[in-house]
């Protein structure tokens, strides 16, 4: 009987036998992080790495948060990784490809810009508050004017992702008390509420998923230095001042963390 291989027509052969372009085809699987841990298991999965344009434009796409589109884009491999390569140059030199003037006829008490949203408010002049949807590849430009607001707003803060604007409400001076037209955010009980509303419905009504207004307290009357954020899936209010600790609360699930900053 012959030894084991001999006689035979077959060879052992292991994966790192295979063609470069079968290994870069089974290497494009996985997602970047992957494909990176793969390429520094040895030097033929390295060589792999280095020769396959694909293997590093998905690495790319994943070091920038991005993934690739879809597979029926009409543009190849070398353009879309082009572009890549244009559009993050862009953004790391802060060098916009298009730019628009967005014009604001007097001084805003309350702004914020988010997800390609541009909203502002005041209270001297009609429309009392502004939403700018801002040109984009996705959305075509469109504004939308609010005459006038139910209520007094201090600051606003909104998140486009999850149809929220969050008002807070504003309150003014007893007469008697200097005071210019800016709103406090506190009471003379220093009350705090915010408003949890639709953006869809321009602000008018109540957010879906919160569908309620928020109340907590601040040991100051008419505190002037009130903010409100919208971050993520936390809604965190701010109130600093003279006499006031400077004081960071935010609203997580169902439990409220207060951090207090020195």
């Not at 628009?100 to 702004?111: K, N, P, T, W, Y």
């Not at 949807?133 to 600051?155: N, Q």
């Not at 639709?198 to 601040?218: A, N």
Request: charged letters at 20%; proline letters at 5%.
């Amino acid at each position: 009987m012959p030894p084991a291989g001999e006689g035979t027509l077959c060879s052992h052969t292991g994966m790192l036998d295979l063609p470069t372009e079968l290994l870069s085809d089974i290497a494009s699987l996985l997602n970047h992080r992957g494909i990176l841990r793969l390429a520094s298991t040895c030097r033929r999965l390295q060589e792999v790495y280095r020769a396959s344009k694909a293997l590093q434009y998905i690495v790319e796409l994943g070091a920038a948060g991005l993934v690739d589109g879809s597979p029926r884009c009409p543009l190849k491999l070398s353009e879309r990784r082009d572009l890549l390569h244009t559009r993050r140059a862009a953004w790391r030199r802060l060098l916009p490809q298009q730019q628009q003037m967005s014009e604001s006829l007097d001084v805003c008490l309350a702004f914020d810009l988010a997800g390609g949203v541009y909203a502002h408010y005041t209270i001297a002049r009609t429309p009392q508050l502004v939403l700018h949807w801002l040109p984009s590849r996705a959305f075509e430009e469109r504004c939308v004017e609010v005459p006038e607001m139910d209520i007094l707003v201090k600051d606003l803060a909104m998140d486009p992702s999850q149809d929220l604007i969050a008002f807070l409400e504003g309150h003014r001076l007893p007469h008697g008390i200097p005071f210019d037209d800016e709103p406090v955010g506190t009471d003379s009980a220093g009350n705090i509420t915010i408003h949890l509303r639709s953006l869809k419905s321009h602000g008018q009504t109540s957010h879906d998923l919160g569908g309620r207004i928020l109340h907590d307290r601040c040991t100051v009357s008419f505190a002037e230095n009130v903010e409100v954020f919208v971050v993520n899936d936390m809604l965190c209010w701010r109130f600093r001042g003279r006499g006031l600790q400077n004081c960071v609360k935010c609203l997580v699930g169902a439990y409220i963390v207060v951090c207090r900053v020195q």
